[in-house]
């Protein structure tokens, strides 16, 4: 018999707790299982609440219906949706779904929890007893359960448990260490959860020890201080993703012994599972952006965009990435999205900076997994335009034409007698003379405008239009002012904005669109228009006009 033969993986429990060994012993049709079922060895007892999808099943003939959770407990397993449980398939062998109870929402097995019936029984139909390749099985539970479920794991991530690595495991196992498979004594299995983190050992050394060990479906880890031993069977290994999220990426198998030198745990791994778990429990993923382009306005504009999981199914985001020929001019200066997992309605998010001040584009790639593909997002970079010519109103220039020349520059209270009037050969003295004798006079003042010498008028601040996305735009101002927002196309005003910047900075804010502007972007249409941005500063005015995509 192999050191994992049926018999010895059934009652294979870790420190945590001895369960597995009571499936494989209590079950009908157990005596073929492969070893004992694991339970955690060299753990801790769990802090209440810090594992709130890892649920007991309980195989209620056992000592008969009434018998304390801690005789009927057989195996672990973990609430991935709200009415389903991943646990293994050697926990229920020739079992129906009114034979089992789970127990949910309590880390002791004291009669505190709640007791939840079973109506559906999926076992994988590519299990194999032999080499327990593919052992993991799905129970429906009566109803739904309002209570945090956790996410599982697809190859998008496999990163996560690579060798090196460390995962963490729970359950109600033996704690007791052996080199054999022998039944623990019923002393040595816990009321409360036990919990420990165990090495995640590479592919190579986990055949080494197991001959069976089938490197796309299974992982192993663990150590002769932490493993898990019998009724720890079914159980997660989690292990945390990028953002910090727990990621079921194993479910307990089997062991030989307990902690027991050159044997580590073996798990179902279940990013190999996943076209199992997805047909079975029927979901899909999906995902959706907050924005399709974005435009950026030189160098330093930056925008952040948000990923969030539309479907039933957890989303694994493999990479965020930035893709064209132009992608130099772009820098991911931050990324929340990369080797994560969502569940339904969670988001995550990346920001982007151009780097250049030339016109250039690229995309912004978010890889998810299954139905929900790759999601891209446009980036551009328009170069502002030249700085407005109409900064200084018409009204206060002071045309070239109306400068009097020097030679003519006599006050307007010199009266020249008309008998001084002569021909050209008795002119009078040449004009510097008469202005050597005369005071000058200042130049006739322009309707409008005072002396030259005046303080200068205030200047209207110049503006950069540097991202537009979803109705919000990104403002900078050189300066304090009013600034008035329009989108126009064809006459008609499609949205407006105002803000007000007390000093030179950057401003994100909302449009308001009109009701023409409502009826143009009606079925998700995008609208080619023009933006005007009016800059005030007192009787200082300027305006930037350019063209914009609204959607």
Same mark, same amino acid.
């Given at each position: 018999?192999?050191?994992?033969?049926?018999?010895?993986?059934?009652?294979?429990?870790?420190?945590?707790?001895?369960?597995?060994?009571?499936?494989?012993?209590?079950?009908?049709? /157990?005596?073929?299982?492969?070893?004992?079922?694991?339970?955690?060895?060299?753990?801790?007892?769990?802090?209440?609440?810090?594992?709130?999808?890892?649920?007991?099943?309980?195989?209620?003939?056992?000592? =008969?219906? &009434?018998?304390?959770?801690?005789?009927?407990?057989?195996?672990?397993?973990?609430?991935?949706?709200?009415?389903?449980?991943?646990?293994? #398939?050697?926990?229920?062998?020739?079992?129906?779904?009114?034979?089992?109870?789970?127990?949910?929402?309590?880390?002791?097995?004291?009669?505190?929890?709640?007791?939840?019936?079973?109506? %559906?029984? $999926?076992?994988?139909?590519?299990?194999?007893?032999?080499?327990?390749?593919? $052992?993991?099985?799905?129970?429906?539970?009566?109803?739904?359960?309002?209570?945090?479920?956790?996410?599982?794991?697809?190859?998008?991530?496999?990163?996560?448990?690579?060798?090196?690595?460390?995962?963490?495991?729970?359950?109600?196992?033996?704690?007791?260490?052996?080199?054999?498979?022998?039944?623990?004594?019923?002393?040595?299995?816990?009321?409360?959860?036990?919990?420990?983190?165990?090495?995640?050992?590479?592919?190579?050394?986990? @055949?080494?020890?197991?001959?069976?060990?089938?490197?796309?479906?299974?992982?192993?880890?663990?150590?002769?201080?932490?493993?898990?031993?019998?009724?720890? *069977?079914?159980?997660?290994?989690?292990?945390?993703?990028?953002?910090?999220?727990?990621?079921?990426?194993?479910?307990?198998?089997?062991?030989?012994?307990?902690?027991?030198?050159?044997?580590?745990?073996?798990?179902? #791994?279940?990013?190999? #599972?996943?076209?199992?778990? $997805?047909?079975?429990?029927?979901?899909?993923?999906?995902?959706?952006? &907050?924005?399709?382009?974005?435009?950026?306005?030189?160098?330093?504009?930056?925008?952040?965009?948000?990923?969030?999981? +539309?479907?039933?199914?957890?989303?694994?985001?493999? @990479?965020?990435?930035?893709?064209?020929?132009?992608?130099? /001019?772009? /820098?991911?200066?931050? $990324?929340?999205?990369?080797?994560?997992?969502?569940?339904?309605?969670?988001?995550?998010?990346?920001?982007?900076?151009?780097?250049?001040?030339?016109? *250039?584009?690229?995309?912004?790639?978010?890889?998810? &997994?299954?139905?929900?593909?790759?999601?891209?997002?446009?980036?551009?970079?328009?170069? !502002?335009?030249?700085?407005?010519?109409?900064?200084?109103?018409?009204?206060?220039?002071?045309?070239?034409?109306? %400068?009097?020349? !020097?030679?003519?520059?006599?006050?307007?209270?010199?009266?020249?007698?008309?008998?001084?009037?002569?021909?050209?050969?008795?002119? @009078?003295?040449? !004009?510097?003379?008469?202005?050597?004798?005369?005071?000058?006079?200042?130049?006739?003042?322009?309707?409008?405008? +005072?002396?030259?010498?005046?303080?200068?008028?205030?200047?209207?601040?110049?503006?950069?239009?540097?991202?537009?996305?979803?109705?919000?735009?990104?403002?900078?101002?050189?300066? /304090?002012?009013?600034?008035?927002?329009?989108?126009?196309?064809?006459?008609?005003?499609?949205?407006?904005?105002?803000?007000?910047?007390?000093?030179?900075?950057?401003?994100?804010?909302?449009?308001?669109?009109?009701?023409? =502007?409502?009826?143009?972007?009606?079925?998700?249409?995008?609208? @080619?228009?023009?933006?005007?941005?009016?800059?005030?500063?007192?009787?200082?005015?300027?305006?930037?006009?350019?063209?914009?995509?609204?959607?």
């Amino acid at each position: 018999m192999s050191r994992h033969s049926p018999a010895r993986v059934r009652r294979a429990t870790s420190f945590i707790g001895a369960a597995l060994a009571l499936i494989a012993l209590a079950l009908p049709g /157990a005596a073929g299982a492969a070893g004992a079922q694991p339970r955690v060895a060299g753990g801790r007892t769990a802090a209440d609440g810090s594992w709130p999808w890892v649920v007991a099943i309980e195989d209620t003939r056992i000592a =008969g219906e &009434d018998a304390p959770d801690r005789k009927q407990q057989v195996c672990g397993g973990a609430l991935i949706a709200p009415q389903w449980v991943l646990t293994a #398939e050697h926990c229920v062998p020739g079992v129906t779904p009114g034979d089992l109870k789970v127990v949910v929402g309590s880390h002791r097995l004291d009669g505190s929890g709640t007791r939840v019936a079973v109506t %559906e029984i $999926d076992r994988n139909p590519d299990f194999s007893w032999s080499t327990f390749v593919n $052992d993991n099985t799905l129970v429906k539970l009566a109803a739904p359960q309002a209570r945090p479920v956790l996410a599982v794991a697809s190859p998008a991530l496999g990163g996560l448990w690579a060798g090196g690595r460390t995962g963490q495991v729970a359950g109600w196992g033996t704690t007791a260490r052996s080199d054999s498979n022998a039944t623990p004594p019923a002393s040595s299995f816990p009321v409360d959860l036990q919990e420990a983190t165990l090495p995640i050992l590479d592919d190579a050394t986990c @055949a080494r020890a197991y001959g069976s060990f089938s490197a796309p479906v299974n992982l192993c880890a663990g150590n002769v201080d932490h493993s898990f031993c019998q009724n720890d *069977s079914g159980g997660p290994l989690v292990v945390a993703d990028a953002a910090g999220h727990p990621v079921e990426a194993g479910s307990v198998s089997y062991i030989t012994g307990c902690a027991s030198s050159g044997y580590p745990g073996v798990f179902s #791994e279940i990013a190999g #599972e996943r076209a199992f778990v $997805d047909r079975t429990i029927g979901w899909t993923t999906a995902a959706s952006l &907050d924005a399709s382009a974005v435009s950026f306005e030189g160098a330093g504009a930056s925008h952040t965009t948000t990923l969030t999981s +539309t479907g039933s199914a957890p989303l694994s985001v493999g @990479a965020a990435r930035l893709t064209g020929t132009g992608r130099s /001019a772009f /820098a991911l200066t931050r $990324d929340g999205c990369s080797q994560v997992v969502l569940l339904a309605g969670q988001s995550c998010s990346v920001d982007v900076t151009a780097r250049s001040g030339t016109a *250039s584009t690229a995309t912004l790639a978010l890889d998810g &997994d299954g139905a929900a593909g790759t999601k891209m997002v446009a980036l551009t970079i328009e170069p !502002p335009p030249d700085p407005p010519t109409t900064s200084v109103p018409p009204t206060t220039s002071v045309p070239p034409t109306t %400068e009097v020349p !020097p030679t003519t520059d006599v006050p307007p209270t010199t009266d020249v007698p008309p008998t001084t009037t002569e021909p050209a050969a008795t002119a @009078a003295p040449p !004009p510097t003379t008469l202005l050597a004798v005369l005071p000058p006079a200042p130049a006739p003042p322009v309707s409008g405008q +005072t002396s030259s010498t005046r303080a200068p008028r205030a200047v209207a601040p110049t503006l950069r239009l540097t991202a537009l996305a979803h109705h919000r735009l990104t403002l900078r101002s050189s300066g /304090a002012g009013t600034v008035t927002v329009t989108i126009q196309r064809g006459g008609r005003t499609l949205a407006r904005a105002t803000a007000r910047f007390r000093t030179a900075g950057t401003k994100t804010i909302s449009l308001t669109l009109t009701r023409a =502007g409502r009826r143009a972007l009606a079925g998700g249409h995008r609208v @080619a228009a023009t933006v005007a941005l009016t800059a005030r500063d007192g009787a200082a005015r300027a305006t930037t006009r350019r063209r914009v995509t609204l959607r």
